[in-house]
């Protein structure tokens, strides 16, 4: 009995593993053209074409912040520096992490937001991903815009019956604000 089961064991192990090591290259690919997915919906193309002609998923950045780290993507056209896209997150959403894109221009103003990941409850936090909710942030800047919802006191309409996923939301905005803050810093020294 214990024979036939440790050889199951290791049959599935191995076909397991196998498994893993035939798909590793394909999922991490899928991940690149999911982060490039989000970086083109945070920046939104002009007349004139893309808003970004450069590949910031191959030029990241990872940037320190509340003992975590953020991955941040600069945007270029012709060479120069048009602005960022940072990947954030936060842990206090209704039913776990939700995971953002947030585009800011070179001037700090929101350019566009993308939700990459949620586990929010369907027809009501999942709202956040509709452009009804996510509109509102762009061409804002955090500097005068108050990252946080009405009912505390800040600019933000949060989406009807799902104010903790709406402060989540925020939450997840502002630490991309933070980590953009520190980029433009450590970038003018």
Not at 23 to 32: G, L, P, R, V, W
Not at 144 to 150: A, Q, T
Not at 152 to 170: E, F, K, L, N, Q
Request: net charge negative; glycine share 8%; hydrophobic share 40%.
């Amino acid at each position: 009995m214990v024979l036939c089961l440790t050889l199951v064991c290791l049959v599935c192990s191995a076909l397991l593993g196998g498994v893993y090591v035939l798909t590793k290259d394909k999922i991490a690919m899928e991940q690149i053209r999911k982060t490039n997915d989000a970086i083109s919906l945070v920046f939104p193309s002009g007349e004139d074409g893309a808003y970004f002609d450069n590949q910031p998923s191959s030029e990241v950045m990872r940037v320190a912040l509340d003992g975590d780290s953020v991955s941040v993507y600069p945007a270029e056209k012709n060479g120069e520096l048009v602005g960022y896209a940072v990947e954030s997150s936060t842990s206090k959403g209704f039913n776990g992490t939700i995971v953002v894109m947030v585009g800011f221009d070179a001037d700090g103003n929101i350019m566009g937001t993308s939700v990459i990941s949620h586990s929010e409850t369907p027809g009501l936090g999942s709202k956040m991903t509709e452009p009804s909710f996510s509109s509102q942030f762009v061409g804002r800047n955090p500097a005068s815009f108050r990252l946080s919802v009405s009912k505390d006191g800040g600019d933000v309409d949060a989406i009807t019956a799902s104010t903790i996923t709406s402060r989540a939301y925020c939450d997840a905005l502002d630490r991309a604000w933070r980590v953009y803050q520190k980029v433009v810093n450590d970038n003018s020294k």
